[in-house]
């Protein structure tokens, strides 16, 4: 079984100041791991994927996320928030194995404070 | 290259009604998904086709949903008839075929927002 847990449901930050947006995961089998942004009336773009290289994981638009298993977190991050990265942030996990369902946290709105 | 698609987008029912929306996956895709998202809730899986099969239905909340992919091209997803809590966002997202070590990403399309009065 897999789950995922997003700490903060809204999370704000001022422009240029950092982004981190947290996920810890449980799983009974090792994990793929994902960040999916939604963007107001668009679709679930993946912003990065960790699928056991390397535990930094650089996404797009600057986003990047470390796996730490011993914490079994996957967070995200970004060194200087842009009024663009307002949205919607999703964590998911899914088995290392397969083409298995993503499981999925209950999302992160951030808002980008001028 | 075109991305997953679905229509409608927006569909505002009465309950009891019927409703279909449809998905287009990316071409070549053999790998299918449907998820929803209800109001402040997680998105969550609701059914997996590779080509025409079903290889998961365990997310489908009863029998009042139906799921199909016909020739393993588009798939639609019916709900008959439609309840209230039936209300959400349902996602779409499709994945080439696993080659092991390297995941499969599943595309997302934009979503069809159901609205059951």
């Known amino acids: 079984a897999q789950s995922v847990t997003q700490l903060g449901s809204h999370v704000s930050v001022s422009e240029g100041a950092l982004v981190l947006l947290r996920c810890n995961y449980s799983?009974?089998?090792?994990?793929?791991l994902f960040w999916y942004v939604q963007y107001p009336n668009q679709g679930l773009q993946l912003l990065l994927k960790y699928t056991s290289a390397a535990t930094l994981v650089k996404g797009i638009n600057g986003f990047e996320a470390e796996f730490k298993k011993s914490e079994t977190s996957f967070h995200l991050t970004k060194p200087s928030a842009h009024m663009s990265d307002a949205a919607e942030y999703f964590c998911a996990v899914r088995p290392n194995f397969g083409n298995e369902k993503l499981t999925f946290g209950t999302g992160t709105r951030l808002t980008i404070i001028p | 290259e075109a991305g997953v698609t679905q229509f409608p987008s927006h569909s505002v029912i009465e309950k009891g009604q019927t409703v279909t929306l449809r998905c287009d996956p990316i071409s070549g895709h053999d790998n299918l998904y449907w998820y929803r998202r209800v109001m402040g809730k997680e998105i969550k899986f609701l059914l997996h086709?590779?080509?025409?099969?079903?290889?998961?239905e365990s997310g489908m909340p009863n029998n009042r949903f139906l799921a199909e992919r016909t020739g393993g091209t588009y798939s639609t997803l019916k709900v008959q008839p439609a309840e209230l809590e039936d209300s959400g966002v349902y996602f779409c997202a499709s994945s080439q075929e696993d080659r092991g070590p390297v995941t499969d990403t599943q595309y997302f399309g934009p979503g069809t927002r159901l609205t059951v009065l």
């Open positions: 799983s009974s089998v090792p994990p793929y």
């Open positions: 086709f590779v080509k025409e099969s079903k290889q998961d």
